[in-house]
């Protein structure tokens, strides 16, 4: 029994208005398959032409080599600055003036950089990394706030050709410790500290502790920004007002092969040490700029938003390199979304008057919990397209998107991809989609993706598998930083010659991929495969219910039992009939099957903090053990200590 069953059925679909269609870049049936097509058939000539899209120093010579599978090598022979893709290629244009960063501070502080101005201080902040001996090829740890110095420091890196690994700023002592030293990083960039939720993080702090002893880090750069106090180990800190104060708003930049090292960032997964994903520059660089026009249809004027931190995958491609690739107007705020009230995020949409969102599901389940009131008092009427990513979104969050956010006007970009696949893989077509609800739809020009069983025999329409990726694409991984093996073993093993992702999905009679979540968290219910995320899609749609987690908890007789644990509405009381009445509410939307044997109210879900939630702590929980897994990534502790206190 290989497959996982499907029971989850969504009828309703959406298709674009006609008038997005007749201004989307990708804008008839027609033209997407037939670039779907040549992407497929010949990647070559489908990637060589995107690729001479974007500005070279020296023109590539060879679009793929996939010789060495699984590691590609593509444009091989071309040399490129990604700082200069973002930044340099706009002066020649009437871009030069634009607006690159609009930056909100979380205590309502602004400041904005057109491009002319961030390439000066891309510059400045590139000249002084190397007046402190940072060299090309040398690893560069970043542990920021959301200010546009961030953003900044990435592209600076970049510059003079050394590798930024970005440790996100909620992140402990210790996680930043080993990201430090298995990356051998050699600078830290920090800020004394950044606004969360109305208080200061104290990150120079936590640098100080996760840098104590290390002798290889030589320098640790301090961007000003909350103004605490920081303590300061001579010769090694600089401030960065400083270092940049007699900086030459010049600087070449430096020609990189296409295959260099941009960048890593570090994915926890579910077990082991942290992996360094390693992204090169041409392939990367390539695949964010497409994606980002084409889903995201951007346009010279919009004004484009994704909520994400630069600390993940998703800031990394979709803030910095994709959008500023475009050359679009990139909002960036830094703070929480209900600070100071939960409308904050609405507030930030009106007043820039946003055109382009793109958020995580998470965020629009807290949204739809605090009430539609916070966001109907705004205008959102300058919204044009929404997109999501992180987990698979669920239909009645979708609908509720779709109708409170984006008036039933703005076609959803559900996106499914990795940290490792470094752009978006799975999305609608803003312009030609027809989308249903909770669904990513189809493969992005040159995946070449399908679902298999266990033996990776191909599966036909509507049987749920495992997704894998047939061909290489060029912003793919190219290897885990110092464990070649492992990027083999975990990546390419499970199914020979084909890429595995790890997530659960099928594919309907429409051809369209519906994600049904991380293979690990299948539940095996008296033989029966289920998707842990169909379940909480049903339960989701209960009126009371605003979000959950469904895991399986060890039982005599079925193998496993459903173990559902629920957040409700902040109008209802957790009830023995509640409790029935959601059980029952998942027997007639799905079957019996499906139907929970535990329901348990919790106040809140464990979560990454990037907002997945950890179902692996829950496990633990629903069958009574002590919590086995490393805690370190989970955004809140004291949920989980809730959660204890509540099902005892
Ligand atoms: C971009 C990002 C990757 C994992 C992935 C999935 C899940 C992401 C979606 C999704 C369903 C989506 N990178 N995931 N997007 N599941 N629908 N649209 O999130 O490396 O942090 O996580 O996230 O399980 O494998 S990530």
New binding site residues.
């Given amino acids: 029994m290989s497959e996982i069953e499907s029971i989850l059925k969504e009828a309703r679909s959406f298709a674009p208005s006609e008038e997005f269609r007749a201004r989307a870049i990708v804008s008839t049936e027609e033209a997407a398959e037939r670039s779907y097509r040549e992407s497929i058939d010949d990647p070559e000539a489908f990637w060589g032409r995107v690729g001479r899209e974007l500005p070279w120093l020296t023109p590539f010579e060879r679009v793929l080599d996939w010789s060495a599978a699984p590691v590609a090598r593509w444009f091989e022979g071309g040399r490129l600055n990604a700082s200069a893709v973002c930044l340099d290629r706009h002066l020649e244009t009437e871009r030069r003036d634009k607006v690159a960063i609009r930056w909100e501070g979380e205590p309502g502080d602004e400041r904005s950089f057109t491009y002319a101005e961030a390439q000066a201080e891309v510059c400045r902040f590139a000249n002084a990394l190397l007046a402190r001996g940072v060299a090309k090829g040398d690893r560069v740890a970043i542990y920021m706030p959301m200010i546009p110095e961030l953003a900044f420091a990435l592209l600076a890196c970049a510059r003079i050709g050394a590798i930024h690994s970005v440790v996100f700023g909620g992140f402990s002592a210790q996680s930043l410790r080993d990201r430090i030293e298995d990356g051998g990083c050699t600078a830290v960039i920090t800020a004394d500290g950044g606004w969360r939720r109305g208080k200061v993080l104290p990150l120079k702090d936590v640098v100080d502790k996760a840098t104590a002893g290390i002798a290889s880090v030589h320098t640790v750069m301090v961007v000003r920004r909350t103004e605490n106090e920081v303590a300061w180990t001579a010769g090694r800190d600089v401030w960065y007002h400083d270092a940049v104060a007699d900086a030459s708003p010049e600087l070449a930049p430096e020609p990189m092969e296409s295959e260099d090292t941009l960048f890593l960032l570090y994915?926890s997964g579910s077990t082991g040490k942290p992996k360094g994903i390693r992204h090169t520059t041409a392939g990367y660089l390539v695949g964010t700029y497409l994606t980002t026009k084409t889903i995201f249809d951007l346009k010279e004027d919009d004004v484009y938003w994704c909520t994400a931190d630069i600390g993940?995958?998703?800031g990394h491609s979709y803030i910095v390199y994709g959008p500023l690739a475009c050359g679009a107007t990139v909002v960036m705020y830094e703070g929480a979304p209900d600070q100071p009230h939960p409308g904050r995020f609405w507030e930030l949409v009106q007043k820039h008057r946003i055109s382009v969102l793109y958020t995580a599901p998470t965020a629009i389940r807290a949204f739809m919990r605090w009430g539609d009131e916070h966001v109907t008092k705004f205008d959102l009427s300058s919204l044009r397209l929404l997109g999501?990513?992180?987990?698979?979104?669920n239909p009645e969050a979708w609908m509720w998107y779709r109708r409170t956010i984006g008036g039933e006007r703005c076609p959803i970009v559900?996106?499914?991809?990795?940290?490792?696949t470094g752009a978006i893989m799975l999305s609608p077509l803003p312009g030609v989609t027809s989308t249903p609800p909770g669904c990513?739809t189809r493969p992005f020009f040159g995946v070449d993706a399908l679902v298999v069983d266990e033996e990776g025999n191909e599966l036909g329409p509507n049987q749920g598998g495992f997704l894998a990726i047939r061909k290489p694409w060029p912003s793919m991984l190219r290897g885990i930083w110092g464990d070649d093996q492992r990027f083999v073993d975990t990546y390419w093993s499970k199914f020979p010659g084909m890429y595995f992702?790890?997530?659960g999905a099928r594919r309907d009679e429409h051809g369209n991929f519906w994600?049904m979540?991380?293979v690990d968290d299948v539940l095996n219910v008296s033989g029966h495969r289920l998707s842990t995320m169909e379940i909480e899609s049903a339960l989701v749609s209960h009126p009371a219910v605003v979000e959950a987690a469904v895991v399986a908890r060890p039982d005599d007789l079925t193998g496993e039992a459903i173990c559902a644990f629920v957040t409700i509405g902040s109008g209802q009381k957790p009830s023995p009939e509640l409790i029935e009445a959601l059980k029952g509410h998942v027997s007639t939307e799905i079957g019996k099957l499906a139907r929970p044997s535990d329901i348990r109210f919790a106040e809140g879900l464990p979560k990454t903090r990037?907002g997945?939630i950890m179902r692996r702590l829950l496990r633990d929980i629903a069958a009574r053990r002590e919590i086995a897994d490393d805690t370190s990534t989970l955004e809140d502790l004291g949920v989980i200590a809730r959660l204890r206190d509540e099902s005892s």
């Fill in positions: 994915t993940w995958v998703t999501t990513v992180g987990e698979p979104i559900d996106t499914w991809w990795q940290t490792e990513a992702p790890g997530d994600i979540g991380r990037s997945k």
